[in-house]
T-cell receptor, first 115, second 113 residues
């Protein structure tokens, strides 16, 4: 059974650009969550999608957005990149979603470097 | 506001030792607590999930306990091996529906052969 797949694994952008990251959850999982991991702040919740609807959002600026498609695949977008957006972005999927607080399964992450 | 603390931040032990990693949380009203492992530059691997009604969970050489009333969880690793070297993270799911996991900063474990 395939795990959570994130693409791309690594990318380098410059300030002001935008980036789109993709996440394919485990087959059958309908919930996808996104987290940002930095050395200083650790892991912080970005947002969660369940059945194509954003159900929960963390404390991040509007430059961070996401969506989920009918096949449960999800994308997150960061516009007008800043140096502080450099981080490992992790996607997690679960069967029932955060509202039912099931076990989360994480992907390998997308490492974004902003120059 | 829920806060999760993991002590120590780093730990070095020789191979074969039994060890305990600690996790504490400020609000005892949680749905569950999950322990993860993260290797350098990699994603998180789920190790154990303890529901709020449970006291412990075991998987192989790993045993996790939960004491909600005191806001504490421990991860016990028996007979440690160099392959156990990684960062161990605990995360709690608050009791309010729809809220996200709150993570500790992790304990980085190094097991020497």
């Amino acid at each position: 059974k395939a795990g959570v797949t994130q693409t791309p694994r690594y990318l380098i952008k410059t300030r002001g650009q935008q980036v789109t990251l993709s996440c394919s959850p485990i087959s059958g999982h309908r919930s996808v969550s996104w987290y940002q991991q930095t050395p200083g702040q650790g892991l912080q919740f970005l947002f969660e999608y369940f059945s194509e609807t954003q159900r929960n959002k963390g404390n991040f600026p509007g430059r961070f957005s996401g969506r989920q498609f009918s096949n449960s695949r999800s994308e997150m977008n960061v516009s007008t990149l800043e140096l502080g957006d450099s981080a490992l972005y992790l996607c997690a999927s679960s069967l029932f979603g955060l509202q039912n607080t099931g076990e989360l399964f994480f992907g390998e992450g997308s490492r974004l470097t902003v120059l | 506001k829920q806060e999760v603390t993991q002590i120590p931040a780093a730990l070095s032990v020789p191979e074969g030792e039994n060890l305990v990693l600690n996790c504490s949380f400020t609000d005892s009203a949680i749905y569950n607590l999950q322990w993860f492992r993260q290797d350098p530059g990699k994603g998180l691997t789920s190790l154990l999930l303890i529901q709020s009604s449970q006291r412990e969970q075991t998987s192989g050489r790993l045993n996790a306990s939960l004491d909600k009333s005191s806001g504490r969880s421990t991860l016990y690793i028996a007979a440690s091996q160099p392959g156990d070297s990684a960062t161990y993270l605990c995360a709690v799911s608050p009791s309010q529906a729809g809220t996200a996991l709150i993570f500790g900063k992790g304990t980085t474990l190094s097991v020497s052969s």
